[in-house]
């Protein structure tokens, strides 16, 4: 089945570090990924749409220069959380579909934990 | 924006148990899928749901598309231990699961099995 891979899986860094976070389709071709973001506790909110070839599509009250997003090739996305704070702290997690398959729904990946200290 | 209520929040049942949980939305979605997440995890689909009023089952779940396209609900029969985690139901403009659009997420119901 689809799989999603995210990378890395924890992350802690000291405040004002941008840090990158990938998403990759192992084993099928995304034109679009999306991103969410979870708080403890909290349900999944979506961030942004991540389009292959193409800028990111941010939901209201993201801020789109705070996290940067890159969907360079079919298989890649990637999510950079610029000059991270504590409050940036959260579970980021990004979901794939298999763009070939119209009926295939969004496969998660594991999430990457990030502490900023 | 579009919110999912989702219910209960939690629920405290015995091994061997019936469950039940649901969401509604003041808006409709096109799809309903439902996900279950396990601590540190990404969420793993479950069910997923693309007519209203279609009923589909996997396994000891079962889950329902309400007619409306504002509700949905999923039923696990006989609980076992490994089904403790959250879940959440997910709504989705699209026609189908692979649209291009993001999900809404429910707030989940975490699910605890007492021995």
């Known amino acids: 089945g689809a799989v999603v891979s995210q990378h890395p899986s924890w992350v802690i860094c000291k405040s004002g570090t941008s840090v990158k976070i990938e998403c990759r389709s192992l084993d099928f071709q995304a034109t679009t990924m999306f991103w969410y973001r979870q708080f403890p506790k909290q349900s999944l909110m979506l961030m942004a749409t991540s389009n292959e070839g193409s800028k990111a599509t941010y939901e209201q009250g993201v801020e789109k220069d705070k996290f940067l997003i890159n969907h360079a090739s079919l298989t890649l996305s990637t999510l950079t959380v610029t000059s991270a704070h504590p409050e940036d702290s959260s579970f980021y997690i990004c979901s794939a579909r298999d763009f070939s398959n119209s009926n295939q729904p969004q496969h998660f990946g594991d999430g990457t934990r990030l502490s900023i200290l | 924006g579009q919110q999912l209520n989702q219910s209960p929040q939690s629920m405290f049942i015995q091994e061997g148990e019936d469950v039940s949980m649901n969401c509604t939305s003041s808006?409709?979605?096109?799809?309903w899928l439902w996900y279950k997440q396990d601590p540190g995890e990404g969420p793993v689909l479950l069910i997923a749901l693309y007519k209203a009023g279609e009923l589909t089952s996997n396994g000891r779940l079962t889950a329902q598309f309400g007619i409306t396209r504002k509700d949905s609900f999923l039923n696990i029969s006989a609980s076992i231990p490994s089904d403790v985690g959250i879940y959440f139901c997910a709504g989705q403009q699209s026609y189908s699961g692979g649209g291009a659009d993001g999900l809404t997420f429910g707030k989940g119901t975490h699910l605890i099995i007492q021995p």
């Open positions: 808006s409709i979605f096109n799809t």
